[in-house]
């Protein structure tokens, strides 16, 4: 039996686990898909030795950049945007070889423009600068977008603080959450932005897809903003990487 699984902290969110043992179930296909837990990305390497089959994983928050002085090869599409969420696993020479992929950019941007067909807003704001924004980055610039980053901590030309938000809040129509502020059980939580000055020409999106109706998203809602869950970008990225790991 195949072994796949997904890396990341915390993970009880994560439906992952459920969908890809479902979808094996379905097709016949004899694998199983695991949750590993882990806080330090070096127990990484006793994952590696605990599952001698393991032949693909899904990595999630907080370790899409800190994976990759793990991996042996990383797509060039993956080294642009500076994190990873695919891995494939291969041998050779009875060692193991790891390539790191990124399909979040593949899912968001592909969600985004079934999200927003038409009158795509040309500026963008991106709240959190983690790795899942870095993809969010990359597919956002590929629309020809001008983009901002809003972090508590700005270290670059095109990044800003919270409290700047304010100012540029109304030319800045598309906002993209790619912090795991609201996501469950925590869902209460949300990104301190001022959410009194959005309007019906608003997008909010979420990349959190648990809850289905984020704090962030609601607040949105309430101010008359059209509103979308992370759940069709992360059913596209796991869909690229069924392909990625040639499950059959």
């Known amino acids: 039996m195949k072994t796949y699984g997904i890396i990341g902290y915390p993970l009880a969110h ?18 199983e898909f695991l949750p590993f837990e882990i806080e330090n ?36 599409e993956a080294q642009k945007i500076g994190a990873v969420n695919c891995v494939k696993i291969s041998r050779q020479n009875g060692k193991l070889w790891l390539s790191g ?25 991106i709240l959190g600068n983690g790795g899942a924004a870095k993809a969010v980055h990359y597919a956002l610039k590929s629309l020809g977008m001008e983009v901002l980053t809003v972090s508590r901590h700005p270290q670059k030309q095109d990044e800003i ?43 909010l999106y979420d990349l959190v897809y648990n809850p289905e109706v984020t704090q962030f998203m609601e607040q949105g809602r309430t101010a008359g903003a059209s509103t979308c869950n992370g759940h069709a970008m992360w059913l596209g990225q796991a869909k690229k990487n069924w392909k990625i790991w040639e499950i059959s």
């Open 101 to 125: 992929y990124n399909t979040d950019m593949f899912g968001f941007r592909h969600s985004l423009l079934e999200f927003i067909p038409h009158n795509m807003p040309k500026k963008a704001l």
């Open 41 to 76: 990305i070096q127990q990484l390497e006793t994952i590696l030795e605990e599952y001698p089959h393991l032949s693909g994983f899904n990595v999630t928050i907080p370790h899409k950049q800190n994976i990759l002085p793990y991996l042996h090869e990383i797509s060039e």
């Open 161 to 203: 603080t919270y409290a700047e938000v304010r100012k540029i809040i109304a030319e800045f129509r598309l906002i993209v959450n790619t912090t795991p502020l609201g996501t469950w059980p925590h869902t209460e939580d949300c990104p301190d932005i001022p959410y009194e000055l959005l309007s019906a020409e608003h997008y």
């Open 14 to 31: 994560s439906c992952s686990p459920s969908y890809f043992n479902d979808w094996f179930k379905q097709e016949g296909i004899d694998a």
